[in-house]
Nanobody, 116 residues
Framework: EVHLVESGGGLVQPGGSLRLSCAAS????????MNWVRQAPGKGLEWVSS????????SYADSVKGRFTVSRDNAKNTLYLQLNNLKTEDTAMYYC?????????RGQGTQVTVSS
């Protein structure tokens, strides 16, 4: 059974940073592309970032490019998202998701709130 557990969210001021983690189990994590998605209150699911199984060629939504960095440690079955220079519009529940991100399994999410 696929199990994804996100952590690392919290309340941060604009311009601040957070590092999200996603612990994966129940599947061959090291050979699966992974994604980060988010959902703001009252809005639909939004793709944030993807990373190949090798960790190469990460991709980002334009809204986070240059501020967020995705990475993975296949030895630890863990996916990461470094969030820098956070903005109020980054406030959302963040989920890690297997490909395809629209319908793939997701964790329970970790809340990121950016507010002064």
């Amino acid at each position: 059974e696929v199990h994804l557990v996100e952590s690392g969210g919290g309340l941060v001021q604009p311009g601040g940073s957070l590092r999200l983690s996603c612990a994966a189990s129940g599947f061959a994590f090291s050979i699966v592309p992974m994604n980060w998605v988010r959902q703001a209150p009252g809005k639909g699911l939004e793709w944030v970032s993807s990373i190949r199984s090798s960790g190469r060629d990460p991709s980002y939504a334009d809204s986070v490019k240059g501020r967020f960095t995705v990475s993975r440690d296949n030895a630890k079955n863990t996916l990461y998202l470094q969030l820098n220079n956070l903005k109020t519009e980054d406030t959302a529940m963040y989920y890690c998701a297997r490909t395809p991100w629209q319908t793939g399994p997701r964790g329970q999410g970790t809340q990121v709130t950016v507010s002064s």
